[in-house]
């Protein structure tokens, strides 16, 4: 009964829990500097996702068939719809470099809000510092990209 309970407080009591960091395994060091690692729900959340994009994605592959099926047919036009957006932003060569990156943040975050919206679990894109990492590495890849390629010119894009 102790071990169930247990258990049972690591769990979501009420919808407004899913908003709370929660440690679930923690492993404290004190020989080595006072290293503390641990496992929170965000991080679990994260890492299923991870896998879980990587299983849709070897689950929709059509292997070489000729008549490709229902899942297959959702993940190309996925593919297709945020190709077209990034060659439309983009130049046709240009947007080919970027495509990969831009698609994997894309199915990230939508894997991510699908996993939030089922009942009484954790919605990890619903917290500020993962939302903040995410667009601080884009925004501050971009700036880094525009000055090596355009150099102090970058600056005269944002003038009207």
């Known amino acids: 009964m102790y071990t169930y309970r247990l258990l049972m407080d690591n ?3 009420s919808p407004l829990d899913q908003f709370e960091v929660r440690d679930l395994l923690s492993l404290d060091a ?3 500097g006072n ?3 641990s496992l929170t ?3 679990m959340y994260l890492t299923i996702a991870g896998y879980l994009i990587f299983f849709i994605s070897l689950l ?3 292997q070489n068939k000729i ?3 229902a899942s297959s047919i959702s993940q190309e036009s996925l593919y297709s719809t945020v190709h077209s957006v990034v060659i439309g932003q ?3 060569k240009k947007g080919q470099v ?3 990156f831009i698609y994997t943040l894309f199915i990230f975050i939508l894997i991510n809000n699908l996993i939030g919206m089922i009942p009484y679990s954790f919605a990890s894109t619903s917290h500020f510092i993962l939302t903040f990492y995410l667009s601080f590495t884009v925004v501050l890849g971009s700036t880094i990209l525009g000055f090596s390629k355009h150099g102090l010119k970058f600056f005269s894009l944002f003038v009207p």
Do not use: V
């Open 11 to 13: 769990f979501i009591k």
């Open 98 to 100: 970027y495509f990969p």
């Open 60 to 62: 929709c592959t059509n």
């Open 30 to 32: 004190p020989i080595i």
């Open 67 to 69: 008549l490709p099926n």
């Open 35 to 37: 290293l503390s690692l």
């Open 41 to 43: 729900n965000i991080g």
């Open 90 to 92: 983009i130049n046709e």
